[in-house]
């Protein structure tokens, strides 16, 4: 087979193998990452993207030859480290992923690298808690707790101790816990009774709050709510949950993601089989119901099942236009808008649909849009660790500039984390103060709900 350059075909990915001993081999996962090294090196096109890169091209030109070879190999978590699998190389930047013989696939070589790093005792405690996201959400909803643990945290010893103890940037933002939790303050099921299905469509909605949503903005969940009603569409909220296990993912705990599969699947699943979309307000763990379980878990028919039932809202509200269904009776106008398309909304495969959403709203009322597709460098828990947290910053510059251009009425993200960590960055950086407002809040509020 002849060796070609460019993305010919579309991109395939591999299952991974994370169960096979062989996956956990620390030489073997070595001579992969030096292979997939050198090419990056030879290519050099994702520079840009995020840190990693640059921390490999410069560990490589620092060698006496400029190449791999040279680097040495304990050198290479220092690359590990810096990615936070945001997965826009393979899916938006790299020209050798599969079906390309070259066959590199950079973040699931990182996730392997992680992974071995986990199971040989390299995570501590203060990474393991903060990728605890069901642990420390407990808290949300309790009285007198809740307001005593946000206050806390805006003292400055308390940002000291959790320097110290869980390695957590001073300076960085942290999300607030939650009065009262979504799944205690939103209604089961909906006031809609009729399921009217669409040629895209399922009629009804089953909603996968998140631990976010849950346990911090419930609010985000409360106006998703809205938009269906408004819309007649009948909905549920998911029996019970747990995390998607995407913390646990960027930190290499993949017994901890089997986990959290095993608790979730068996009840999503029963949605999908009884015909409703599911619902997912954060980014990145539609992206886990979407991806990363289907590749861990191909031979599971329920994971199959809820891939193909798992939906982005806008990609469902979009699709829900496109079948005629949507109400378009848009009464507020929302000025001007700066928008955020996070990293793992981009590499769903799925198009730019919450832009296309406020293009909708723009035909009814006047909305001047500013869309920015770059990554925040928020990405999860690698923004508000301490050693990464200038990295994050740093990365996010060119976002905070574009989002602040012209000064905006509100800037908005579906990942509400790079929202706030864009609202902090372009407060840092005395840029035009906007309100922040999540997509889903925007459009309740161009209905005039």
Known sequence: MSTREGNLEAP???????????????????????????????????????????SLFDLVDATDDGEVHGVAK???????????????????????????????????????????????????VGEKLLASTDVHGQFAGIPVVVQGVNALNRTKPMRRLLDSGLHVHPDAWLPELASSRFRWSARKQGSATVVTNGERTPGKVAIFSTCYVNYNEPGIGHDLIRLLEHNDIPYVL?????????PKLELGDLDAVAAHKAANMPVLAKYAKEGYAILSAIPSCTLMFKQELPLMFPECTDTQRVKEAMFDPFEYFIARHK????????KQQLGKVSYHIPCHGRVQNIGKKTEEM?????????????TV????????????????HPIAMKIGKPVFRSMGKDGPDFISSDCQLAGHHIEQG?????????????????VRFAYGL
């Open 12 to 54: 395939t990915r591999h299952a991974i193998d994370w169960t096979s001993p062989s996956y956990y081999d620390e030489a073997a996962c070595e001579q992969e990452l030096e292979r997939v090294f050198d090419i990056c090196h030879g290519c050099r096109r994702c520079v840009s993207l995020c840190h990693a890169f640059p």
């Open 323 to 330: 079948d005629g269904l949507l109400k378009t009776d848009f």
């Open 238 to 246: 998911v029996e019970k949950e747990k995390c998607c296990g995407m």
């Open 373 to 388: 597709e770059r990554c925040s460098g928020h990405a999860g828990t690698y923004g508000v660790k301490t050693l990464f």
């Open 74 to 124: 304990q050198d290479y978590r220092k690359v590990v480290d810096q990615c936070y699998l945001c997965d826009l190389c393979y899916m938006t930047k790299c020209p050798y992923v599969p079906p390309h013989p070259w066959n590199l696939d950079f973040p699931h070589t990182m996730l392997r690298a992680k992974a071995i790093k986990f199971k040989s005792g390299g995570v501590g």
């Open 426 to 442: 372009m407060r840092v950086n005395d840029l035009p103060a906007a309100k922040l407002a999540h997509p889903l809040s925007l």
């Open 358 to 370: 406020f293009k909708l709203i723009g035909q009814k009322v006047t909305v001047q849009l500013n």
